[in-house]
C-alpha cells in the first residue's frame, strides 16, 4: 500500500478529483488518521460474466492503488452463470482475495434469448482449462446480486463506483427494486454498446448490450448517476500491440502463467485473419472490459471523451441492442453519458503488469 | 369462517375438485382436524391496481366461501401507485380486514412509459370520492411485493393462486428473482390480453397488457403453471346488464354504498355511448377484473375454454402488447393458457351480490 | 354482349350514379330493351394469383349476370407469377374466354421475400393436373399489369370495379404509377387481411396481406374509392357444408370436372383433421378468394358488414401483414373500408353451379 | 456525339469493357477521330430532388469532361415535387442546356409519410429566390421517370450510369417494373445512408434513405450493377473549407452569380454554430450530393473505398432508414457497395469552379 506520496499537498490534490461529490468536511484529525482514510479509497462492485477479460479486469482492480473491491456480483453473459461464478472464485484464488464476498445474479437476460460467446471465451468461459483445486460454490454469499448491490449502495452512500463488464440484467432489476440505486452510487462504468453501429454479434450490435437489450435500455434511461462508457468500437480502436501482450504473458509469475493458460484460445482466436476482420481499426490485443475497470480505477485514464445522451434500439431487424447516440438531441434527456474516445495505453500496460506481478 | 356445512360428503366432494392436484394423502385423522384442513382452503395472492373493479374484485375474493387471502401485491397501472396503495387499504376498511397484509410493488413498468387509466377510473383511481378518514400507508408490510410473492408461494408450495388484475410487473420481476416461483403456484388467473386484436387502450391492445407488455411476455413465457386469462373481449362479451347493476347497488348495506360511490363516475363514462363503441359484443356492464377473480375463487365458473400457447407482441406500431394466439403452433411451446371463453353469469351475479352484502 | 347500354345520355346519366347498391330493375322508358342491356353492366377488372380458389372466381365472373371482364391482371402469390399466367389462361380455355385480355404482373412483393402457398394449391398452384393442351403464354397482353389497371381505369372512368384476390403488389405500384387511380375506380373488392389476428399464414396474417403487407398497407391508404374486404375469419365462418361440395362437383359437365380435377387435392387438404383446426369457426369448404368475387358481381350479396378505418401492421415479430382495425379511431382515417361481416350463402350455391354448367 | 467508338468490334470490346476505371487515353487506329469521340462518353442519368447541392451536381456534370446527360428524372425530397420539377428546369436555364429532357417522377414515397428538408433549402428547395422568368413545365417529357429509366438503359446497355441523389422512390418503382433495369446499367452512384449511425434527420438515419426506407431497402437489393456510395459521415469528413467557398462563389459569372444567390441561405444556416455541431468530422462546406456526382463522372475522384455487402433497417424505433453495413457477412449477399472513404478534394475543387466558368 501506498504510504508516504499521498502524504502533504499531493494528497490532497488527490483528494479533489475530478468526480469528488463531496468535498473533505474536517482535516483536523489529519496527522492522527491511518493512510486508509487519509486518501480516498475507490469502493468498486463489480460486475460481471467472467470472461477472459473480466479475469483480466478483476486482477487490475485488486492490484490497482486505493482501490477496494466491495463486492462482486455475477451475471450471465460470455458463459452460463454456473461458470461465472466458479471462474469469478477461480480468480479470486488465484489472487489469494477470496475474502471478497461475491454474490450470484441473474441466470438469464429479462427476456431475450440466452446467447453465450463459448465460441470466443471457451465452453467454460475461461479457456478450457479446468482447475481440479477450483473454490467450491459454497463461497458465495447467500445474497443475491441485484440486493446486494442496493445494499452495499445503501451502506456507502455516494461512495461505490460500479463497474458492468457484461450483460446488464443485474443492474436492470437492482434499479427497478430500488429506484433511488443510482443517486446512491458515486459512479458508473460501462463496457458495451457501441458508437457506430460495428456489431461484433449481430450486425450492427456489440455483445453485451444484444445480451440484454432491455436490461442496457434500463440501465442508460435509470442510471442517472455519472455514467462512463467504453463501447465496443472504441475498444477496438484502443487495441494494444501483440507484442506487448507476448512481453506482458512471459512474465515469470503465478499470475502471469494463470492469465496466459485461460487467455490461450482466445488470443489465438483473436490472431485470426477471421476475427481481425471484425476489428476495426487497428489490430491487435483488444483487453475490452479491461478499459471500464481501467478508467473506474484511474481517473486520468481517460484522455478524450464526449458526453452525449444515449439510449438503446430496441425494435430493428439489425439494430436490436444497438446502442443509440442523440446528438441531435432528439430525445430531451438531460443525463449524458461520458463516451469514452482516447485513453493513456501506457497506463493501461502499467496496470496489466502490475496485475500479474 | 365456515365450520359445519363442509364436512361430510359434500365435503369430500369439494376436495376432488378439478384443479387438484395432490390427492389428500390421510384420512385417518380426519375428524380430529380442524376445518380448516378438512377442506381444501383456497389460498389466494392478490396482484392489484386497485381500481373500482380491482376494489369489486377484492371484495368478491373477502366473501368467498374457503377462498383465503394471504396478501395484497400492488402495481402501478390504473392509476398511479400511491393511490393504489390507498385505493387497496381504503377497500379492505370497508370489508373490516384490515388484518390482510398489503404489499407495496412497482410504480413503474419495466421499461415501457407509464401510463395510467384516469379518464376512466378517476384521479385518484376510486371515483374521486376520497375518504377523509382513509387508512394510512404505514399499515404497509415493509417487504415488497415481488419479495413477498416469493415468501408467500415457498410457505405454502402448491397451494398459492395468484390473481393478477393490474399490469403484470411484480410478477415479472419476482420470475427474474425466483426462477422457481411458478413451479411453487398452484395456479395463475391474469385479467388481461385480447385474444381478438380488439384493443381498449392501443388500436390492438388492451390496457394492463400494453401498460407493462415486457412484463406480460415474461409472465406469459415463464410462469408455466396453470394459466386461466379472462382477456378483454371475453370479458366485452359477458357484460352484465345495467339493470343488474342497478339492482345490486342499490341494496341498503354499506358496502353496496361504497361501491355505489366509487362507481359513479366509471360507470357514467362506461355507459356512455362513446364508450359502449368500444364493447364489441353486448353492451352492458363490463366488471372485468371481477372475472379473473371470479375464475380463481370457483371453479365451476369458467363454462367453456381453449388450451393454447399464447405470447406477447412487442414490436409492432400498432400491435405493441398484443396478445399473440399461437393457434398454428409456431411457437412449439409446451404450455399453454386456459383461455376463458363463457362463464356462468348467474353465479356471477350471487358472488357480486354476496359481495356488498 | 350489351348492346343497348351505350343508348343515350339521359340512360347513362342513370347508369351512372356511383355506388348504386341496388341495381335498376325496371323503366318505363326502356320497355324495347331487354333486361339484360337494361341495367347496368358491371365492369370488372380481375387481379389474381390464380389458385383453385381464384379459378373459381373467375368461373363465377364469367357467368354472373350483367357482368363484363374487361381485363385480368396477374400477380404472384398463391404460386409463382409464370403459374399464375398458364393457370389463369387454362381457366379461360376452359370456360371458352381467351378473348378476355390477360396481363402480367409482378413476380415478387415490393420487399417483402418471395412465398408461394404451394403445400396447398398445389406445385403448378392448379392441384398439380397438367394440361397438355394449356394454351401458351403468347397469347399474353404486351402491356403489363399496373399500367393495364391504371389504362381500363381511365377508359371506363367511374365503373371500373377491380377484385383483388391475391396479393396487392399489382394495386400498389399502379397507385404509385398514377395517384389518381383509386378516384377512377367504382369500387374494389379484395379477399385478404384478417379482423381478429387469426392468421392462417404466420400466427396473426392472412397470406395475401402476408405475401405483401407494404403493397397492403399501400392498398388500404390509396385506395379511397368505396373498399368491400373479405378477410379470413369471415371467410372460414361462412363456409359451406362439404356435403354441398360433393353435390357441386358431382354435376356432369365438362367445367364441373375440371374443378373437380383441379380442387381434388386442396380440398383433400382442407378436409383434413390438421386444417380444419386452423378453420375458425364452422367446419366445411371455404372458397376464400369467391366471396370478394361474389360480392362485386351482387349487390345484395353481403348481408351485413361494418364499416372501419383499415390499416396494416408493418412491423411486429408476430403480426407483421396483420390487418388491424380501428375502431378506436386513433387513425383519424376518414376513409373507412366495408368488412363484410355475412353473406347471403344460398346465392353464393347459386352463383357456384352456375359457374360450372 | 461519338460516331467512330462503334466501328469494328476489337473497338467494342475495348470500350466495353465492364468497370473500366481509367479511360481510354489514346489509340492507334482512332487518329481521326475528334479527342471527343476518342475516348467513350459517360452517358448519365440524373435522378435528383434539385435543392441547391443537387444544382451544383446538375452544373459538374453539364461541364465535366466526356460526359452526356441522357435525361434528368426528379423525385420528391429536398422540396416537393413541383418545385423540383421547376428546380431543375432552373439549373438547366441557366446553364442553357434545356434540351435535356427531364423526366417527373413519384411525389411520394412508397409509404413512408412524406417529408421535405425546408428548412436547409428554403421552402421553394432553391434558396428562396424565385426566379419571374423560370421556364414552364410544358418542357417536361411526358415520359414518367421510372419509365423513361427503364427505356433509356435499354437503349444504351450496360452504358448508363445512374446518379441518384434524392430519395430513391424512383429507382425502387422502375427496378419493379423492370427486374432486368440493374443488369442494364453501368453503374449507380448513390449519395445517401450512413456509416456509422450518425443521422442527419433523425438520431440515426440520413435524409434521402429515410425519406422513403422502403425505397433505399429495395434499390440496395436489387441493384446489382457495380453501386458506389456517398454516405453522409464521408460527406462531413470531406467538408471543404469555408475560404474555398468564398473564393469560388465570388466568380464573376453568371452561373457563379446563380449558386451564390441560391446557396445563401443554406451556407448561413449551414455555417451557424448549430449546424456545425451535427457535422461530424470537419467543419466546413459539405457539398454532399456533389460526392455522388464527382465520382460517378471521374474515375480517379474515390481515392479510398471498401466493398461491403449493404442493407437498410426498416423496424426501428430510432434506425428505422439507417444504413447497415454488414461486415460480419450475415447477410450472406453476393452484392457488395462500394462505400466512399477518401476522395481527390483538389479535383472536386477544380470541379466547382469549372460548373461556374
Redesign the interface.
Known amino acids: 500500500m501506498p504510504v508516504i506520496r499521498e502524504r502533504g499537498p499531493q494528497a490532497l490534490a488527490v483528494l479533489h478529483e475530478k468526480d469528488t461529490q463531496q468535498p473533505l468536511r474536517s482535516h483536523s484529525s489529519f496527522i492522527i488518521c491511518s493512510v486508509h482514510s487519509l486518501t480516498r479509497m475507490k469502493k468498486l462492485v463489480l460486475d460481471v460474466d467472467t470472461g477472459v477479460d473480466d479475469a483480466q479486469a478483476i486482477m487490475i482492480a485488486l492490484t490497482a492503488p486505493k482501490v477496494e473491491i466491495l463486492g462482486i456480483t455475477c451475471c450471465h453473459g460470455n458463459t452460463p452463470l454456473d461458470n461465472v461464478l466458479k471462474n469469478t472464485l477461480r480468480v479470486l484464488k488465484v489472487c489469494n482475495r477470496l475474502d471478497i464476498p461475491v454474490y450470484k445474479g441473474?441466470?438469464?437476460p429479462?427476456?431475450a434469448s440466452k446467447q453465450h460467446a463459448s465460441d470466443y471465451h471457451g465452453k467454460d468461459g475461461l479457456g478450457e482449462v479446468p482447475d481440479p483445486d477450483a473454490p467450491g460454490v459454497e463461497l458465495l454469499q447467500k445474497e443475491?446480486a441485484?440486493q446486494a448491490m442496493i445494499k452495499i449502495a445503501k451502506a456507502n452512500p455516494g461512495e461505490v463506483i460500479l463497474v458492468a463488464t457484461g450483460p446488464l440484467?443485474n443492474l436492470a432489476?437492482a434499479v427497478?427494486?430500488d429506484?433511488s440505486l443510482p443517486k446512491k452510487l458515486k459512479s458508473l462504468y460501462i463496457m458495451g454498446g457501441n458508437?457506430?453501429?460495428?456489431?461484433n454479434t449481430?450486425?450492427?450490435g456489440e455483445f453485451n448490450f444484444v445480451a440484454d437489450p432491455?436490461a442496457a435500455?434500463?440501465v442508460l434511461?435509470r442510471y442517472t448517476c455519472p455514467t462512463y462508457i467504453a463501447a465496443w468500437e472504441f475498444s477496438c480502436r484502443s487495441s494494444l500491440p501483440w507484442s506487448f501482450c507476448d512481453e506482458w504473458l512471459s512474465l515469470k509469475t503465478e499470475k502471469a502463467a494463470f492469465i496466459r493458460k485461460i487467455s490461450n484460445l482466445s488470443m489465438n482466436k483473436a490472431r485470426s485473419a477471421d476475427y481481425q476482420?471484425?476489428i476495426i481499426a487497428g489490430k491487435g490485443f483488444n483487453p475490452c472490459d479491461v478499459f471500464a475497470l481501467a478508467a473506474a480505477v484511474d481517473d486520468g485514464f481517460i484522455t478524450e471523451s464526449e458526453k452525449v445522451a444515449v439510449?438503446v434500439?430496441?425494435?430493428?431487424?439489425?439494430?436490436r441492442g444497438?446502442m443509440?447516440?442523440?446528438?441531435?438531441e432528439?430525445?430531451k434527456k438531460d443525463h449524458k453519458a461520458v463516451i469514452m474516445k482516447t485513453v493513456d495505453l501506457e497506463k493501461l500496460k502499467k496496470m496489466l503488469f502490475k496485475a500479474v506481478k
Chains 1, 2, 3, 4 share one sequence.
Open positions: 441473474f441466470s438469464k429479462l427476456l443475491m441485484a440484467t432489476v427497478q427494486l429506484p458508437t457506430e453501429s460495428r456489431g449481430t450486425m450492427c432491455e435500455y434500463i434511461d476482420k471484425e439510449t434500439e430496441l425494435d430493428g431487424k439489425h439494430t444497438m443509440v447516440l442523440d446528438y441531435m432528439h430525445l
